[in-house]
């Protein structure tokens, strides 16, 4: 009964998984194959050697990037679960092996890496909603100054309806998306029909062939039939909502084949008919059904691009958990599932980024040739953050690792290169957005790394504080008095403040560290740590993981287990408020230090990010120079 149960519910979570997992690489044939023969700097002949050439190639990169490199190999290196360049940054750095230099490249990079992430983020629901749009233009003319108004239209929508939750609409991706691949796979099918000879292209040599016949041609042309793959880094980036089973089930069950039959059947379209080029996915369909498809691309394009929102506030929410972003407003949309999380100010920062997007290039044309670049950058830090964790995790010997991380790393570069012909046309966006958020990214590691040289200095330690404060003079008031702070062998400035002003000590001391571990989720059991320093004082370390919420007041309650027990109602929470204002002549730069000094200053504030009661929270501030 129980494998049947299991069966089932694999079942269900590889139908769910369609729409978040594979919207992104689902809707890349309304584009891909028209990049390649139309492209306008270096279209491909549309010759039947071309064809059959073009195609083998996106049927081996399938085959090679998604089903060996991420659904087999990748998807195992999860980190307790989860998946993500920023969850396997940290699970490469929980290996207590790693040299000095080889961490801070780990963390470099993984930065880097999360950063493109951004820039992909940004194109995808700008590219995808365009090119479904644009199926109007096939239908009748008249729409083709429509495209781009009914674009920003639905866009708008789009991000509007993301502070309502998607829980709701997303009980209906997963049907959805199975129609959309459905009519993928009988689409291509009836054109493959007609010319079966389309199939000898999953033949190798079809694809050797062509990248000999004019080596310069092949290596442009990869880089459209990289648009075949976007999309592969939310397989490993979604994991942690499906698991791995019913990943792999829905790409090899039904994904993969569907994919290839569109392929295909556009290839034999183009074969029949190179005049379809302007559009050969709408014009692959009967007339009769090409309305209903352009609202079916349109709803299934809305559905890549929550996926991909979805992952930009997930990879936010590890990157402010794991220290490096400032701390932003974060609101749960659904009371079940943990991961449905809306960011209001990553939300609008997002919308106007691809309104931007949609005006300066206004068709998906154009915005193809940005599209490539940061996911490739973000593959190849991924493979080689991979090869880390198989030699030192997995135990896999140098003989067997440099060959398979090898052979990927130098397809991923040859991908990285033909997209790079493209910076000068679009290209370039995703790399300075990406720059600019490793930049913020960095600045405030580095910042929050000074802010605590300069506190340190001024540090008093804490044991031989609890020992000199305990006289007959100390005026104790009832209650509990916790007091945050990040350094667990210092006293807190807070406290310091308010024995100077106040001169009274609370009845129960507790000097609390919230530290976020390189793991996604912590035990509510083992969240707390509680260590009694004598008859007043108390230190306690709680511990969340980078996909947890911190939620302090509900922590402090597992403390009565362990010693420490004290009323809600007369808990008073003291906060050190820092003001950083930037110097000339300090160790970093004077205008990266008042990049991080205005990131500090509109942090979300501690007690809201730690769920603090607010009318039981004291700030007491002082002021820092870098």
């Known amino acids: 009964m129980s494998h049947e149960t299991d069966k089932d519910s694999t079942a269900v979570l590889a139908l769910a998984a369609l729409g978040v997992v594979y919207g992104d690489i689902g809707t890349s044939p309304l584009y891909a194959l028209k990049e390649v023969f139309g492209n306008a700097h270096h279209p491909v002949p549309i010759t039947a050697a071309n064809v059959l050439g073009i195609l083998s190639l996106v049927f081996w990169s399938l085959i090679v990037v998604v089903s060996f490199k991420y659904v087999t190999l990748i998807l195992r290196a999860d980190n307790k679960g989860e998946g993500g360049i920023m969850a396997l ?6 290996d207590e092996g790693l040299s000095g230099r080889t961490r801070q490249a ?14 992909d983020g940004l194109i995808t629901p700008a590219i995808s909603v365009l090119s479904a749009v644009e199926g109007l233009e096939v239908a009748t003319p008249m729409f083709a100054h429509y495209v781009v108004p009914i674009t920003l239209g639905i866009l708008l929508g789009l991000f509007w309806i ?12 997963g049907p959805i998306t199975c129609v959309w691949f459905a009519a993928l796979a009988v689409m291509g099918l009836m054109q493959i029909v007609q010319h079966p000879g389309i ?17 310069a041609l092949g290596f442009l042309a990869m880089g459209s039939v990289f648009l075949a793959l976007t999309g592969a880094e939310a397989l490993y980036a979604d994991m942690g909502h499906f698991g791995r089973r019913p990943i792999r089930l829905a790409w090899f069950g039904l994904v993969l084949p569907a994919l290839l039959l569109n392929y295909f059947g556009q290839g034999a379209l183009l074969l029949a008919d190179p005049a379809t080029i302007k559009n050969p996915f709408y014009l692959m369909a009967p007339d009769w059904f090409l309305l209903p498809l352009v609202g079916l691309a349109t709803a299934a394009t809305v559905i890549a691009s929550q996926a991909v929102i979805t992952g930009v506030y997930s990879i936010t929410q590890q990157a402010i958990q794991l220290g490096y972003a400032p701390r932003m407003e974060l609101r749960h949309t659904s009371g079940s599932q943990m991961g449905q999380i809306y960011m209001p100010g990553v939300n609008w920062l997002m919308l106007l980024g691809v309104i931007a997007l949609v005006l300066a290039f206004k068709s998906s044309t154009n915005l193809a040739a940005a599209y490539g670049i940061a996911v490739t950058g973000t593959m190849i830090i991924t493979t080689l953050f991979a090869y880390l964790v198989a030699r030192r995790q997995w135990g896999w010997r140098r003989r067997l690792a440099i060959p398979v991380f090898g052979g990927l790393l130098a397809l991923d570069v040859v991908f990285l290169a033909a997209n790079s012909t493209k910076i000068l046309e679009g290209g370039w966006f995703p790399l300075v957005f990406g720059g600019a958020v490793y930049l913020v990214l960095t600045t405030w590691k580095a910042g929050r790394k000074l802010l605590q040289q300069k506190l340190d200095t001024q540090a008093l330690l804490l044991r031989d504080f609890i020992v000199g404060i305990e006289t007959p003079d100390t005026i104790t008031v009832p209650g509990t008095a916790v007091f945050m702070t990040p350094y667990p062998d210092h006293v807190p400035h807070a406290l310091l403040h308010n024995l100077k002003h106040n001169k009274v000590l609370h009845q129960q001391i507790a000097l609390v560290t919230v530290t976020i571990e390189s ?18 004082f108390y230190r306690v370390g709680i511990h969340f993981g980078f996909m947890d919420i911190p939620d302090v007041p509900a922590a402090l309650e597992w403390c009565a287990e362990q010693g ?4 809600p109602m007369t808990t008073s929470y003291f906060l050190g408020r820092e003001t950083v ?3 000339v002549g300090s160790e970093m730069p004077y205008w990266r230090e008042a990049l991080f000094a205005t990131l500090y200053r509109n942090a979300r504030t501690a007690a809201d990010f730690f769920g603090l009661p607010p009318n039981q929270v004291v700030e007491l501030g002082t002021r820092v120079a870098l």
Not at 89 to 94: C, K
Not at 106 to 119: D, E, H, K
Not at 204 to 214: G, N, S, T, W
Request: aromatic share 8%.
């Open 581 to 583: 204002m930037p110097r």
């Open 89 to 94: 940054m940290a699970r490469v750095l929980a």
């Open 519 to 536: 793991v996604p989720r912590v035990p509510e059991a083992q969240r707390v740590v509680v260590e009694r320093l004598n008859h007043r």
């Open 162 to 173: 993301q502070s309502h939750g998607t829980g709701k609409v997303g009980v209906a991706f």
């Open 199 to 215: 199939l000898a292209a999953l033949l190798p040599q079809h694809a050797l062939a062509f990248v000999a016949a004019d080596p």
């Open 106 to 119: 780990v963390i470099l990079l993984g930065l880097f890496g999360a950063a493109l992430f951004y820039g």
């Open 564 to 567: 420490l027990s004290f009323d």
